[in-house]
């Protein structure tokens, strides 16, 4: 079955360390994005890539980085500028491309934690 | 600006009985609207969207949504409510004059009591 994977499920982050978490789909679509969750926030978009080799900042950018390689593949890096990197991280895929009115497809996100 | 607003923090029904999530959205142009349920530790499911035409649609696992123009709102409706929809649930519009991005509301937690 089509779907997004994210790995790990749960990472451990040091200080002046920087983590990558993967997102992996295999469902075709062109969009990509990463969310920071935190409670009683919903969801904020970190970074967004429509199109491989090209992305863009969300609303909270700042402490992260992205890279889009290939179509199927999105990393987030966590840097250490990143003060407070204690959330729920999620990636999500959609084809808004072409079919704005298709919904996002979510992974089952990454926890982060600070040790 | 694109806005969507779920104004109550937590949605407290008794098993059985009628369920109601609120969203209201601000967009230029016709809405693009979609309601997902997040289960603890999980990423967010597709419930159902409004995308044009009936003001009320169907989605999955018996819920459905009211679309209201001239109020400006999407409602999430189930007639009767389980124990196991208890869960997180987001409202978000798409703003596709924003590159398409999605945008949430903050979200509501449903409470179902037996």
Avoid at chain 1, 15 to 30: F, I, K, P
Wanted: net charge neutral; with cysteine.
């Amino acid at each position: 079955d089509g779907g997004i994977t994210q790995s790990p499920k749960y990472l451990f982050r040091k200080e002046g360390q920087n983590v990558t978490l993967s997102c992996e789909q295999n469902l075709n679509h062109d969009a990509m994005y990463w969310y920071r969750q935190d409670p009683g926030q919903g969801l904020r978009l970190i970074y967004y890539s429509q199109i491989v080799n090209d992305f863009q900042k969300g609303d909270i950018a700042e402490g992260y980085s992205v890279s889009r390689e290939k179509k199927e593949s999105f990393p987030l890096t966590v840097t250490s500028a990143q003060k407070n990197p204690t959330a729920f991280y999620l990636c999500a895929s959609d084809s808004q491309r072409t079919a704005l009115s298709q919904p996002q497809h979510f992974g089952d996100g990454t926890r982060l934690s600070i040790l | 600006a694109q806005s969507v607003a779920q104004p109550e923090d937590q949605v407290n029904v008794a098993e059985g009985n009628p369920l109601t999530v609120k969203c209201t959205y601000s967009v230029s142009g016709n809405p693009y609207l979609f309601w997902y349920v997040q289960y603890p530790n999980r990423g967010l499911q597709f419930l159902l969207k409004y995308i044009t035409g009936d003001n009320l649609v169907k989605g999955s696992y018996g819920f459905e949504a009211e679309f209201n123009k001239s109020q400006t709102s999407f409602h999430l409706k189930k007639p009767s409510a389980l124990v196991s929809d208890s869960a997180l649930y987001f409202c978000a519009v798409r703003a596709y004059n924003q590159g398409g991005k999605l945008i949430f509301g903050q979200g509501t937690e449903l409470s179902v009591k037996p």
